[in-house]
């Protein structure tokens, strides 16, 4: 892969303009074009100075990696390409090192990814911040709020698979080093309405689809749901499925997130059967009936899913059934109950299902706020994130879209006046001249729709407290009598005549004109929406449920607690919120990100100029732009420019000596670049027209491409030098090699010469030699043979007359002797082996031999077995004296006998010195341990096993607990009376204690081991060795054993075992063991 080209300025290798500042001319459709340019290139990012526009690319981009996190790093904000990590950098930097709280505030239309650069911000400074276990969790914490909020509060638009359908504004809290400590959520307007109903091609939220697709059988049936979503009316069917979107793994992170948040096990629970509450809620069907008054009433129409409903939450059926059917009217001391309609019914029941929800969204978000907020009482570092709905407008805008465009007016004129006040502190602190700007001041709109006299939001509360019929009509009538003379309301029933021809307004619709263009809104559900009343039966029925969440949810369901006043209406808690949220804005230094969404299609690659056109219109960016650009267009600091420019004069070339001001004033001076064009501050030049710029960088350009030619040129003679250089001497390193190696070559020729020469001259010499030593040899052999053959007859000679008369018995001898001779001859390459098990022997040649072949047959034994027993160590020999022990005890007596005569005699089993488990247990046994075996302790009430620590020491046995350590019993060796067992091929064993002795107080053990034979035959010979008597060795079929007072027959039967080879052991009454052995 080719190397990434390191950028130094914002500048260098610019697509487009990377900045609008110094997009010339300056103008709508310029503006499009070089968004769409930058778009075509992958880049999604462009500066209006400190302002961040990001395009939605509608793909994933290989930008957001950790190399690209510290190429960002600690970087001056123009100093590489437009970057959402630039804007990230520098305000966690203001607010690490400058002690500035900082606010990022991100608006965008919905699609257009503000929610996706609310995570990328967050998890930049996650990324850039401290490190170590605690801040690690803490950034986890704050990371894997994002999944949890996003299930509950997101669902999926015709614009936008992942739309949050609720503002956010977060406050992460940093410490003096810049480290995370906790945060803050606020959660502003939650669309519930989406709860009960949807747009066509639109989802409800994702947390109800995820709960059906991921969650278990098992836990769907807790939760008495079905995976069908056709089953639930409040889901529409025809966009459950969303490609690209797995809500099953959703669900399985959205678990895994509320567990690292701080969610209980019993929390989560509680949460999902609220959820699941509110989906069986929209179930619930209504039929009319009529009473003998007269009146009409309705009844549910099946109780199956209200009986499931009351069974999730724990209200009585009757209270919640009666809470559907009456409402109840309080006025001071009196008290009338009314019927509901069916129409009423379904209304509180929507209103039910919109108010649980809505408060569980705002009970999640203080649960959050408790596992994340700060833990420490210090002064803290506060970084904002706000992530919030863009100005809406639709075909059909109501009262959600209404304030949700109030919201905006009010972060556009925050940010106008922010960036204003930005821009003239910046002129004061450079010493610049201040002058005024024109700009648009929404402050009239915003006087509008908040006025406490006469705004529509204060008409609209007026009209819902007024007694009387209260309708939608009558709501726009009074704000026709209001705002019929404000130039920016219309209406056509306005008195005002200039508004009298305007035929393209229906009757229920008023127009406002905002910043961003005119809207129109249907004054239907005005007046209900902003009610957002739910009947005080409801309230009091979910308070008297079971279930503690919602209990906790309808505090004002308290019958204690009744408050006959009536409670703020949705368009005031708004105001409030909006007002809050705009002081807290104030407080801190602003960073703004503003998302534009490319197309409607959700489709990558895809530019439509008339839709990003009317983003660009209504978010103001033009204004923006010439906001910015009203005094001069672009400023720097005179260190890099100096650096960037100083090419360009030969005074400043290559370096200078002096301030760099004074660099800077020699530079522009040298260029001859006109006074007014520039102007120098304390710390920055400040440019006015981009000409100006484009002309420097335009110079600086062609000054590069000769400096390029220049260093070429040297660069090459340098390479040429040094080659030669090189060149001569390599030939001299390898002239002297050669002459080394061919006077090597010559040596090493003359030496294998030398070498020849010797090696002939002592061949010869050597082969003389045996010649001399041959012929001397046969001159001797020959003398020896002649003296041989000659003391032979005289030998012949002298003994011939003797050699007649005894000649039988010398044959006899001789015969005799050479048979002897040949037998042990054989014998000896016909010898066994040396292993005392081995009980071969040659067959007897010779019958007289007979009685000799026996005994050197018993000879041979006895020596192969001294030879054997000479081998052994003592520790050997001390197992053979307990395999020899264990022999007598149970050969042919018990039937794991002979299955244990291979194995060898270990005793420690368990490392009790090695392993730090026992540490205790060996501080606790002082004495050296003979055997160390895990047993099973067999149960006398029950013949269940137990596993127990079996220790044989040279005075005790010990029972000690396999988990702790800690010793159960101990039973000195003399009080071991007796040892019982069966005959059959088990394993179980009975150690009988002496009656009256101190360990006899629970009677005797009945233990089961792996190693039977091995323990009865230690504990045989240590209770020997200690107590100088023989432990009684009992085997039987049946024997009885001592429990407290009674006695326990303990029999072994021959049966076939549902665990395998297993044996088993059963009680089967108070006087009876039965052990089934395979």
């Known amino acids: 892969m080719a190397k990434m080209e390191v950028k130094t300025s914002l500048l260098d290798n610019m697509i487009g303009v990377g900045d609008m500042v110094l997009l010339e001319p300056l103008d709508e459709d310029s503006f499009i074009n070089n968004l769409k340019k930058r778009f075509d290139h992958s880049e999604v990012y462009t500066y209006i100075g400190s302002v961040v526009i990001s395009i939605n690319p509608y793909r994933s981009l290989p930008i957001y990696t950790p190399e690209k996190v510290e190429e960002y790093r600690n970087r001056n904000f123009y100093e590489l390409s437009p970057h959402i990590f630039a804007l990230s950098d520098e305000a966690y930097r203001s607010l690490r090192d400058q002690d500035k709280d900082q606010c990022i505030l991100i608006t965008g239309e919905s699609g257009a990814g503000k929610t996706e650069a609310s995570k990328l911000v967050m998890s930049y400074v996650a990324a850039v911040c401290g490190k170590g276990a605690e801040v690690n969790q803490v950034k986890e914490q704050l990371l894997q709020s994002n999944p949890v909020l996003e299930a509950f509060g997101n669902a999926k638009t015709v614009r936008n698979d992942n739309s949050s359908r609720f503002g956010k504004y977060m406050d992460i809290e940093f410490d003096f080093k810049g480290d995370p400590l906790g945060g803050v959520i606020s959660n502003y307007l939650l669309e519930k309405s989406r709860v009960v109903k949807q747009p066509r091609g639109e989802r409800n939220f994702h947390i109800f689809y995820q709960i059906l697709s991921g969650a278990s059988e098992d836990f769907l049936c807790k939760l008495k749901l079905e995976r069908d979503f056709s089953r639930y009316n409040y889901l529409g069917l025809d966009s459950a499925k969303v490609n690209g ?66 069974e999730l939450t724990g209200i009585d059926q009757s209270v919640l059934e009666r809470a559907f059917s009456f409402r109840t009217v309080e006025a001071k001391q009196e008290k009338v ?17 919109k108010n649980l929800y809505s408060r569980l969204f705002s009970w999640l978000v203080t649960r959050i706020n408790e596992s994340i907020k700060a833990q420490t009482k210090v002064r803290k570092k506060v970084m904002g994130v706000l992530d919030i709905y863009g100005f809406e407008i639709f075909e059909d805008n109501s009262f959600e879209q209404f304030i949700i465009n109030y919201c905006n007016e009010k972060l556009q004129q925050i940010f106008i006046e922010l960036t204003l006040k930005e821009e003239q502190e910046e002129y004061i602190r450079e010493g610049i001249e201040w002058t005024h700007i024109e700009y648009f001041n929404n402050a009239i709109i915003c006087d509008l729709i908040e006025n406490n006299q006469t705004g529509i939001l204060a008409m609209l509360d007026e009209e819902c407290l007024r007694p009387g019929t209260v309708t939608d009509d009558t709501f726009l009538e009074k704000l026709n009598q209001v705002c019929a003379t404000h130039q920016h309301f219309e209406s056509r029933m306005s008195k005002c005549s200039r508004f009298l021809n305007d035929t393209s307004l229906p009757h229920s619709c008023f127009r406002i004109q905002h910043y961003a263009g005119k809207v129109m809104y249907q004054v239907e559900g005005f007046v209900d929406k902003n009610n957002d009343l739910l009947y005080r039966d409801l309230s009091q029925a979910m308070w008297k449920a079971s279930h ?31 007002a809050t949220l705009m002081k807290n804005l104030q407080t801190k230094n602003p960073n703004y990100i503003r998302c534009i969404k490319p197309n409607d299609k959700k489709a ?85 027209n ?29 390479k040429c030098r040094t080659r030669f250089l090189l060149m001569k001497k390599s030939q ?52 020896t043979i002649i003296a041989a053959y000659w003391h032979g007859t005289q030998v012949r000679r002298e003994y011939r007359k003797f050699f007649r008369a005894n000649a039988g018995r010398k044959i006899y001898e001789f015969t005799l002797q050479r048979l002897m001779q040949k037998y042990f001859l054989e014998m000896k390459n016909k010898m066994p082996s040396l292993s005392p098990i081995d009980k071969n022997w040659p067959a007897r040649p010779y019958l007289f031999l007979d009685s000799t072949h026996k005994e050197l047959k018993r000879i041979f034994h006895l020596w192969r077995c001294k030879k054997y027993r000479d081998q052994f160590t003592d520790q050997q020999k001390l197992i053979y004296e307990e395999k020899l022990e264990a022999s007598e005890l149970f050969k042919d007596k018990k039937a794991l006998y002979p299955a244990s005569v291979g194995q060898p005699f270990q005793g420690a089993y368990l490392e009790i010195s090695k392993n730090p488990k026992y540490k205790k247990l060996k501080d606790a046994v002082d004495e050296k341990i003979i055997i160390a075996e895990v047993v099973n302790k067999i149960n006398r009430a029950n013949g269940k096993a137990t596993s127990r620590i079996f220790l044989l020491t040279k005075n005790n046995v010990l029972l000690a607990d396999q988990k702790s350590g800690n010793i159960k019993s101990e039973v000195p060796l003399g009080d071991v009376t007796k040892v019982s067992m069966s005959s059959q091929n088990d394993g179980f064993f009975a150690v009988h204690l002496k009656e009256g002795s101190g360990a006899a107080g629970k009677g005797d053990f009945l233990l089961s081991s792996d190693h039977l034979i091995e323990m009865a035959t230690k504990l045989y010979r240590t209770t020997l060795s200690q107590t100088k008597q023989k432990l009684n060795i009992e085997i039987s079929d049946e024997f009885l054993v001592q429990f407290r007072q009674d006695k326990v027959c303990v029999k072994f039967i021959q049966g076939s075992q549902k665990n395998g080879n297993i044996p088993t052991c059963k009680r089967k009454n108070n006087r009876l063991l039965e052990v089934a052995v395979p």
């Not at 948040?261 to 009529?290: C, R, W, Y």
């Not at 000409?691 to 340098?718: N, V």
């Not at 020849?756 to 001397?776: P, T």
Request: glycine share 4%; proline share 4%.
């Open 245 to 310: 979107v797995d809500d099953a793994a959703n669900f399985r992170t959205v678990r895994n997130a509320m567990q690292i948040v701080g969610f209980m096990d019993h929390e989560t629970q509680s949460v999902f059967e609220v959820v699941a509450a509110v989906l069986k809620l929209g179930n619930i069907e209504f039929k009319p009936e009529s009473r003998v008054n007269g009146l009409d009433e309705s009844k549910i129409k099946d109780k199956n899913e209200l009986k499931e409903i009351c």
């Open 337 to 353: 109950s009314t019927t509901l309609n069916v129409a009423q019914a379904y209304y509180a029941r929507d209103a039910l299902a």
């Open 548 to 578: 503690s969440l919602i209990k906790a949810l309808f505090p004002e369901g308290n019958p204690a607690k009744i408050n006959l006043k009536r409670p703020p209406t949705a368009g005031s808690q708004f105001k409030a919120s909006v």
């Open 604 to 688: 990558a690659h895809i530019f439509n100029d008339a839709l990003v056109c009317h983003q660009v219109r209504y978010l103001g960016l033009l204004e923006n732009v010439r906001v910015r650009r009203a005094g001069y267009a672009f400023r720097q600091a005179y260190e890099p420019c100096l650096e960037r420019y100083k090419m360009l004069c030969k005074q400043t070339w290559p370096h200078w000596r002096g301030p760099a001001r004074a660099g800077v004033e020699v530079l522009f001076n040298e260029l001859e670049i006109p006074e007014e064009e520039f102007s120098f501050g304390r710390s920055k030049i400040f440019i006015r």
């Open 690 to 718: 981009p000409r100006t710029l484009f002309k420097l960088e335009d110079l600086r350009k062609q000054r590069l491409e000769d400096l390029a030619t220049l260093i070429e040129k040297i660069y090459r003679g340098w």
């Open 732 to 783: 001299i390193v390898i002239a002297s090699w050669y002459r080394r190696y061919a006077q090597q070559k010559k040596y090493q020729k003359i030496k294998s010469s030398a070498i020849i020469v010797q090696s002939y001259i002592r061949g010869w010499k050597a082969r003389k030699l045996l010649r001399e030593l041959k012929h001397q040899k046969r001159c001797n052999e020959a003398a």
